[in-house]
Every structure is written in structure tokens, then in C-alpha cells.
T-cell receptor, first 115, second 109 residues
Framework: GAGVSQTPSNKVTEKGKYVELRCDPI?????LYWYRQSLGQGPEFLIY????????DSGLPNDRFFAVRPEGSVSTLKIQRTERGDSAVYLC?????????????FGPGTRLTVL | RKEVEQDPGPFNVPEGATVAFNCTYS??????FFWYRQDCRKEPKLLMS???SGNEDGRFTAQLNRASQYISLLIRDSKLSDSATYLC??????????FGDGTTLTVKP
């Protein structure tokens, strides 16, 4: 079946611009996660959704970052006034629940470059 | 200090070798543990969960030591296709996973 998909695969933007990154989870998965991965580092937790609500957004670095999941399926990560330090691969994952023991299935990521 | 720490390596081993990675975590309230594998410029994929009793999946063995707060992964009879970065993952709260920065393995012919 179809896995997690993310669009765009690459995004180049200029400092100060607004960007939206989209994630389409595996059908039926109620939990959705966003991570950010910089070169040489592991994925860094940003936010997770259970259904439509953000159950934990403690990883969002500041108020320029915001994410939504209005219908409990597709999610959009929004970054305002981008900075060069925002450059990274943004990974989305989904799982069939938020049990501590559930496997997370990752999408291929969006590589964001802020010039 | 990072919540989850791994030796970054790289580990360079010949085919057929046995190699072991360790991972330490700082939060004693951590409840579930995993190893994920990440190939270059690809997304992470689950390799195996780690149970208190230790568990094995073919050539891979994972162990958990709660008292010392570390997790290990042993790979026997290494294959060229095992070359990847291995990420240690610790869950303390449902829905929030903390990843280590990974250990890079290169298996050479």
C-alpha cells in the first residue's frame, strides 16, 4: 500500500519568506509526527497529532513554526519568516496509534534550503 | 548532555564481522526503546524494538539494561547491505520520540 508521502521533496526559499510543507500519512493512521533532521544528527521531534489535535507541540522551536491537521489526515507544517538556520530535512511520520510501542513510518522528507 | 547518546563512529568492519553499538539515555522514566536504520539520504525505518528480556531477529540482537540506562545492538555476520546509520530511539511519553544522532556502519568486502 501507499506509504507516507511529503511534498515538495525540495524547497529553496529566501530568508524571510513563508513556506508550507505537506504530509500525507498512511491511510487510517491516527497519529502523525513532524521531525527536523540536520546533517549528521538524528531526527529532532517537533510536534505530534492524535487525530486533528496537536497533542504535543513542545518541540516547535519558536512561534514562527506552526502545524495543522484540520481533517485528521493530511498535515501542513508552516514556517513564517524563514531563517538560514531553518535549513534541514523535515520528516513526517505516521503510526496507527500513539502507544509507546507503535512503529512510526516515515516519509521521504522535504529538504528545505533557506538562502 | 543529550537525552540519548550514541558513539557516532564510523565503524568500518569487514564482511562477516560481528559489531556492537551502544546507546545511553538519561531519562529513567523512559519506557520503550527502538533501533531504526537510516540509509544515506533516505528516511529512517524501524529495525527492531528493544525489550527488557532482550530480543533477536536473525543476525540482529537488541538488549536493554534499565539499571545502567543503555541499549545495545549486536550485528553478527555483517553484510555489505548492513552499511547504514543506526539510530537509537527512546520514548518517554506516548507520541514523543527522542532520537540519538546515530552510529554509522560501513561494511567492506
Amino acid at each position: 500500500g501507499a506509504g507516507v508521502s511529503q511534498t515538495p521533496s525540495n524547497k529553496v526559499t529566501e530568508k524571510g519568506k513563508y513556506v508550507e510543507l505537506r504530509c500525507d500519512p498512511i491511510s487510517g493512521h491516527t497519529a502523525l509526527y513532524w521531525y527536523r533532521q540536520s546533517l549528521g544528527q538524528g531526527p529532532e521531534f517537533l510536534i505530534y497529532f492524535q487525530g486533528t489535535g496537536a497533542a504535543d507541540d513542545s518541540g516547535l522551536p519558536n512561534d514562527r513554526f506552526f502545524a495543522v491537521r484540520p481533517e485528521g489526515s493530511v498535515s501542513t507544517l508552516k514556517i513564517q519568516r524563514t531563517e538560514r538556520g531553518d535549513s534541514a530535512v523535515y520528516l513526517c511520520a505516521s503510526s496507527s496509534g500513539t502507544s509507546l510501542y507503535n512503529e512510526q513510518f516515515f516519509g521521504p522528507g522535504t529538504r528545505l534550503t533557506v538562502l | 548532555r543529550k537525552e540519548v547518546e550514541q558513539d557516532p563512529g564510523p565503524f568500518n568492519v569487514p564482511e562477516g564481522a560481528t559489531v556492537a553499538f551502544n546507546c545511553t539515555y538519561s531519562n529513567s522514566a523512559s519506557q520503550s526503546f527502538f533501533w531504526y536504520r537510516q540509509d544515506c539520504r533516505k528516511e529512517p525505518k524501524l529495525l527492531m524494538s528493544v525489550y527488557s528480556s532482550g530480543n533477536e531477529d536473525g543476525r540482529f540482537t537488541a538488549q536493554l539494561n534499565r539499571a545502567s540506562q543503555y541499549i545495545s545492538l549486536l550485528i553478527r555476520d555483517s553484510k555489505l547491505s548492513d552499511s547504514a546509520t543506526y539510530l537509537c530511539v527512546v520514548n518517554t511519553n506516548a507520541g514523543k520520540s527522542t532520537f540519538g544522532d546515530g552510529t554509522t556502519l560501513t561494511v567492506k568486502p
